[in-house]
């Protein structure tokens, strides 16, 4: 919170500032000293009269007027931000002082101002800016009153925490620990039990401990976050923080049922707000429904999330219900002024929806979310997945009995002049109405939404981000590592942002055909395939849209190259990760669960959202259809039919409607139009009276299940 600048008895030095100001008389130094009293003792409204008092004597003085503006806040309860920032804004005019311009404090009295502005900063969630203005304090820390120096180190840590810089926070911790609390290292098992001793008695002590286990958990540092845990949970076994930080811990470990457990046993605070304005119950519900997601408990999950954006809902109507007719920051306490979640809880909501397979839900959730964190390329891939999943659920919708009921659409006619009507194919041209910049659940806009993505990634990634020592209290970084912000979560290293690269570039090509946009599909095709980092899903995906791409731009033969069936040898969803030392420490520490947590993690593993196909057999089977159909458009039947006939076989059923289509198709094209008729007299009776009640089925010919009528 704002700290109160101590009276200080020498004259005060303004060159710049006309007119002088007069020195201090001893009447004035005894009102400075009752005043500090009197706010240590928290009698704000007595302070406020000594404090004015003197301002009506020396109202020029930059001193005088601060330590009247920090008073006066006090007594208000922090309600008063808005007069308080302008107070601020008025000293800085008298003192001559720049925060934005200068780069390092002028004067080491003005360093309460400096720290009053970036506490300002930080309840507003201007962390930068707030991360900026101690940046410049820092430099004076030395020679600084020591409470304040604390204070502002531990700010400085947060806003580290809050900017993801925990390699500036951990340092900033060792320096804290060396030069300005004291506490020094502890090593052994003696030393390690007097720690958590002290621990105990020492409050100090204790929030040093959890920025760094905080620093240490943003790091993925699980060995070392594991040494600190226990020592907090020794020390403080009830500590809802540490409770936390516990089941963040399991969290990440993916020991997601540990991690609801630890959540279950926090205690129930009487007060629904941290020190930082963090709502209790947002973060209990916001949690609960993260652990769910990572156990496939999607609808599960999202009932957590409705009910964190409920109480978010409720803790802002009670905490603005004395503000009402205040639109400004007034009104409100200052440690709630940034409290709301709404947008984090919306992006949070928008993913679990889309996992539970409501993707105009999802899109609504994140196109709201995307007016804030329009700088996350994930978001934008995001909104493109709602809308390609809006427009087709997934890749079995083709096998639906709908879908193959619209191969033969009816009749006309009757007796021997009865014809029968083909339909015209599944593929329909949509016409998306209004502009692609208005959003909506279209392929246009999914376009957009995968430029924009495609434009906030860097061009190149780095090969290595971050070196891990698990034998050591730090972690050393890679200076050449990439960090992509990707708010309102971690910065993406180089490996996430390769990843995202790969799904990003397979859907802009699987939105390029959807538009008859072949020449940007092709594109979007070549550069996937290039990418060092494909999934065997991805380089599959990657090769059939090439194929359709080419052949749709009449270029069948360079098409048909990547529709080879033996190109097909992994269909993996999940990229490939390289080893590292923290791969093999964790793979050390599974050792020790039970087979409960064993069976856990074989559950969480995988995929988050089912595949199709799901098995090499059935991917090579539609491979090898599509070979077919390339061979139909340019003119080779036989082949062509030849393939149809060896992908049903393998394709599982029901067989999706095209392979009706194109059976038909190269039936009556050819002239064997006995052969069309047993398809439709078998398949397709219901639009063919007079079925015949022997028939003969010639080896290779489509068959679906048995329930298609």
Same mark, same amino acid.
């Given at each position: ?11 005060q030095?303004t060159v ?14 005894q009102i400075?000293? $009752?005043?500090?009293q ?5 009698n704000y ?6 404090t004015?008092?003197?301002?009506v ?17 006090y $007594?208000?309860g ?10 601020l ?9 720049s925060?934005?311009?200068?780069d ?8 309460v ?5 970036a ?23 030395e ?5 304040l120096?604390k204070?502002?180190?531990?700010? %400085?840590?947060?806003?580290?925490l809050?900017?993801y ?6 340092g900033?911790?060792s320096?804290?620990?060396k ?30 401990s ?8 943003m ?8 040494r600190?845990?226990k ?12 409770l ?7 969290y ?59 109480? @978010? ?18 009104g409100?306490?200052l ?11 919306l992006? @949070?909501?928008?993913i679990?929806?889309?996992h539970?397979?409501?993707p105009?839900?999802a899109?609504d ?5 995307? $007016?804030?964190?329009?700088t996350?390329?994930?978001l934008?891939l ?7 999943m809006?427009?087709?659920? @997934? ?11 619209e191969?033969?659409?009816?009749s006309d006619?009757?007796g021997?002049?009865?014809? %029968?009507?083909?339909?015209?194919g599944?593929r ?8 692609p910049?208005?959003p ?7 376009a957009?939404c995968?430029?924009?993505?495609l ?14 020592s698990?034998? $050591? ?21 180089s490996i996430?942002?390769?990843n ?11 939105v390029?055909?959807c ?12 550069? %996937?395939l290039?990418q ?17 791409a080419?052949?749709a ?9 990547h ?8 269909i ?5 990760e390289?080893k ?6 964790e ?8 087979k409960?947590?064993?069976?856990q993690e ?21 491979m090898?259809y ?10 080779e ?5 030849a ?19 194109l ?12 052969l ?11 639009v063919?009276? @007079?079925?015949?009640?022997?028939m003969?089925?010639?080896s ?6 048995t329930?298609?009528?």
């Open positions: 919170m704002a700290s109160q600048e101590n009276k200080d008895d020498s004259p030095e710049d500032i006309p007119p002088p100001i007069p020195s201090v008389t001893e009447p004035q130094k400075a000293s $009752q005043a500090l009197e706010f240590e003792k928290k409204g007595a302070c406020c009269n000594l004015h008092k003197l301002f004597e020396r109202s020029m003085d930059p001193k005088v007027v601060h330590n009247k503006a920090v008073a006066e806040f $007594q208000s922090f309600l008063t931000t808005d007069e308080f920032r302008q107070s804004d008025k000293v800085c005019q008298m003192a001559n002082i925060m934005d311009n200068s390092s404090l002028e004067d080491v009295d003005h360093s101002l400096y720290f009053n502005q506490v300002i900063f930080y309840h507003l969630r201007q962390y930068k800016a707030a991360t900026k203005v101690l940046d410049k304090l820092f430099q004076f820390i020679p600084i009153e020591e409470n120096a204070k502002a180190i531990m700010l %400085l840590v947060e806003l580290y809050c900017t810089q925990p390699e500036k926070a951990m900033m911790l320096y804290a620990e030069n300005v609390f004291n506490t020094g290292k502890s090593g052994g098992d003696k030393e390690g039990k007097d720690k958590d001793d002290n621990m105990a008695d020492d409050p100090t002590k204790t929030k040093l959890l920025y760094k286990t905080r620093c240490l958990l790091m993925k540092s699980m060995k070392s976050s594991k600190e845990i020592a907090l949970i020794t020390a403080h076994p009830m500590n809802l923080s540490v936390y930080l516990k089941s963040n811990f399991e990440m470990r993916s020991n997601h049922r540990k991690a609801m457990k630890m959540m279950g046993i926090a205690p129930s605070s009487s007060t629904l707000f941290t020190e930082a304005g963090e709502c209790l119950p947002v973060m209990y519900h916001n949690n609960m429904g993260c652990i769910h997601f990572y156990l496939r408990k999607h609808h599960l999950g999202a009932f957590y999330f409705r009910k964190a954006i409920q109480e @978010n809902e409720n803790a802002l109507r009670d905490i603005t219900r004395g503000a009402e007719h205040n639109k400004n920051l007034s409100k306490p440690h709630s002024i940034g409290m709301s979640r709404h947008y984090e809880l992006y @949070n909501m928008g679990q929806m889309l539970c397979g409501k105009v839900a899109f959730c994140l196109v709201e979310a995307v $007016q804030v964190f329009r996350n390329p994930r934008w995001r909104l493109a997945e709602c809308c390609i809006t427009n087709r659920e @997934n890749n079995d919708d083709d096998r639906k009995l709908e879908k193959r009921l191969v033969i659409q009816g006619g009757s021997i002049h009865r014809k %029968l009507r083909l339909g015209p599944l329909t041209d949509r016409v998306s109405p209004g502009t910049a208005i909506a659940s279209t392929y246009e806009f999914a957009l995968l430029r924009n993505a434009m906030l990634l860097p061009e190149e990634t780095q090969k290595s981000d971050v070196t891990n698990d034998d $050591q209290d730090t972690i050393k970084p890679n200076p050449e590592s990439l960090l992509v912000p990707a708010p309102p979560g971690n910065p993406m290293k996430e942002v390769a995202l690269r790969c799904s990003v570039l397979a859907a802009a090509a699987y390029g055909i538009l008859n946009d072949f020449t940007m599909a092709l594109q979007h095709a070549e550069n %996937l290039k060092p980092r494909l999934s065997g899903a991805q380089r599959y995906l990657g090769h059939l849209y090439m194929a359709e080419l052949v731009l009449d270029k069948i033969a360079d098409g048909i190259q529709l080879n069936p033996e190109l097909v040898t992994d993996n969803t999940l990229p490939p390289p590292s030392d923290q791969d093999k420490n793979k050390n520490e599974k050792t020790e669960k039970d409960g947590d064993k069976d074989t559950e969480v593993k995988g995929s988050f959202y089912p595949w199709s196909p799901r098995d090499l057999t059935r991917a090579k089977a539609i090898q599509n070979l077919a159909t390339a061979h139909a458009i340019r003119g039947y036989d082949k062509a039919m393939n149809l006939v060896e992908s049903s076989n393998y394709m599982g059923t029901p067989l999706p409607a095209q392979m009706y289509f059976k038909l198709y190269l039936d009556l094209i050819e002239g064997r139009r006995k069309a008729q047993i398809v439709i007299k078998d398949h397709f009776g219901h063919t009276p @007079n079925r015949e009640n022997k003969t089925y010639k290779g010919t489509p068959r679906p299940d329930s298609v009528p």
